[in-house]
């Protein structure tokens, strides 16, 4: 009596293969950076003059490498989601992220300047930097291209 075949395993049902040391500490290290940014992000979220959901779109792309799970959490947020989701997908930036990012930009200038006093070149050199930044911020979409 012949024995009957076996059909094959679907690959999705196979246990994935162990890391390797090199991959472990390269995951971890990134789970790591995603809950900084994470805790970074939730810090700026109540500070007025600290930018929030950066934080969050750099903690999405850490957990995209580390942890499909929390990957998933910072997409499902109600708040937080669709504004990385914009970022990820089409390069976006709403105007009212845009308008108070770039008045967070001025702001902390302001600050900077009033409170550190610095010398012209610094100054110059700080405003440069920021008026960059600025133009990065303003260059982008406000709403996905059809």
């Known amino acids: 009596m012949r024995a009957a075949r076996r059909q094959p395993v679907p690959a999705e049902l196979l246990p994935s293969p162990p890391l390797s040391g090199a991959q472990h500490v390269r995951r971890t290290?990134?789970?790591?950076a995603g809950l900084a940014f994470v805790v970074t992000g939730l810090v700026g979220a109540v500070l007025p003059l600290l930018p929030s959901t950066i934080f969050f779109i750099l903690a999405a792309a850490m957990f995209a490498r580390s942890s499909p799970e929390l990957e998933a959490r910072i997409l499902a947020h109600p708040t937080i989601g669709p504004q990385v989701i914009a970022w990820r997908d089409h390069g976006v930036i709403p105007p009212r992220?845009?308008?108070?990012?770039?008045?967070?930009?001025?702001?902390?200038?302001?600050?900077?300047?009033?409170?550190?006093?610095?010398a012209g070149l610094t100054a110059g050199l700080v405003a440069a930097a920021i008026l960059a930044c600025a133009a990065y911020v303003l260059s982008r979409p406000?709403?996905?291209q059809a």
Do not use: C
């Not at 290290?29 to 790591?32: G, H, N, S, T």
């Not at 845009?98 to 610095?118: N, Q, R, T």
């Open 29 to 32: 290290a990134y789970k790591l």
């Open 97 to 118: 992220a845009k308008l108070l990012a770039v008045g967070g930009m001025a702001a902390g200038y302001a600050v900077f300047v009033v409170l550190g006093e610095p």
């Open 142 to 144: 406000s709403r996905p």
